[in-house]
């Protein structure tokens, strides 16, 4: 029987996640300045990846061939890809908070995924857990959307459907990670790095060359090169923290873990974005670290 919580010894996997939570909850800022440099969201996500998945090489070359015969792993290519492009893209020209909030509508596919792949029971507690959390998240965007915090800048309906579409992948790419956990860990880094940058780079050339929804091609400048290398450095780390935790813990656990990052996205947008913090966003951000600790302090 699978259970929302995790097991004995699961501070490490938590402890992983919530580090891959805090960089995505961060990265709104570092990829908005590449943007203001001349380089677009989606061609940095493109320059982070294709470094990271050569590194990977680099240190396990047999990572390629571990790749190309596990079909599987073809399915954390694309998450891992359309996830990256989709929220690097969003967090980058939306609200930062209603982004990740819609984002992170992620549980919900999570557990319905499992459902389906991994054949997860859907108990009650997995059910109040999520619902603790996202509940917390609402709080959050409630507060974002009659304020304007975060300091996003509305474009319509782009920046929500990107969100919506990258939590679905997000929650495949976990649910497929707890699937493939018996993998090389170094096949499955290498279908995610190589994902973010191949699915990335598709959608960046495709709309440069088409002059569409505002993506350009990237500006010749030497001012966001070490900018970015140090970005591809911090989301290497994050992914394979995110590889390490959902390989370990149940889908639903990682459900409830992950959506920290809207705290973290709330915080950064007050400390950096100059948005106010209000009541609303201190109880959101109570409700979704109550779900997290729960999630590490119950047993089975």
């Not at 819609?102 to 919900?108: G, I």
């Not at 190589?194 to 495709?206: D, I, S």
Request: glycine residues 10%; proline residues 5%.
């Amino acid at each position: 029987m699978t259970s929302i919580h995790p097991r004995r010894g699961s501070a490490g996997p938590v402890l992983a996640l919530l580090v891959n939570a805090f960089t995505w909850g961060v990265s709104w800022w570092p990829f908005r300045q590449l943007q203001a440099m001349g380089l677009h969201p989606l061609w940095a996500t493109t320059i982070v990846y294709v470094l990271s998945a050569l590194a990977i090489l680099a240190w396990r070359p047999s990572a390629l061939r571990q790749f190309l015969r596990h079909p599987a792993l073809w399915l954390i290519f694309l998450g891992s890809g359309v996830t990256n492009a989709t929220f690097n893209w969003s967090v980058s020209i939306g609200d930062v908070v209603r982004v990740v909030l819609l984002f992170y509508l992620m549980p919900l596919w999570s557990l319905l995924l499992a459902r389906v792949i991994l054949k997860e029971r859907l108990t009650p507690g997995a059910t109040v857990r999520v619902a603790t959390a996202l509940a917390g998240a609402a709080l959050v965007l409630w507060h974002g959307a009659a304020e304007g915090g975060g300091g996003g800048r509305p474009v319509g309906v782009l920046p929500d459907v990107l969100a919506l579409v990258g939590g679905f992948a997000f929650a495949l790419n976990n649910v497929m990670l707890k699937r493939e956990s018996t993998q090389p860990e170094e096949g499955r880094a290498l279908a995610m790095f190589l994902g973010g940058a191949v699915v990335a780079g598709a959608t960046a050339v495709a709309l440069s060359a088409g002059a569409s929804a505002g993506v350009q091609w990237p500006v010749a400048s030497g001012a966001w090169v070490l900018p970015a290398l140090g970005l591809s450095l911090a989301f290497m780390a994050s992914n394979l923290c995110l590889q390490y935790g959902a390989a370990r813990l149940s889908a639903a656990a990682t459900a409830v873990v992950m959506p920290c990052e809207v705290l973290f996205a709330a915080l950064t947008s007050v400390w950096w974005g100059g948005a106010a913090l209000h009541a609303s966003v201190l109880a959101g951000g109570a409700l979704i670290l109550a779900a997290t600790l729960a999630s590490v302090l119950e047993r089975r």
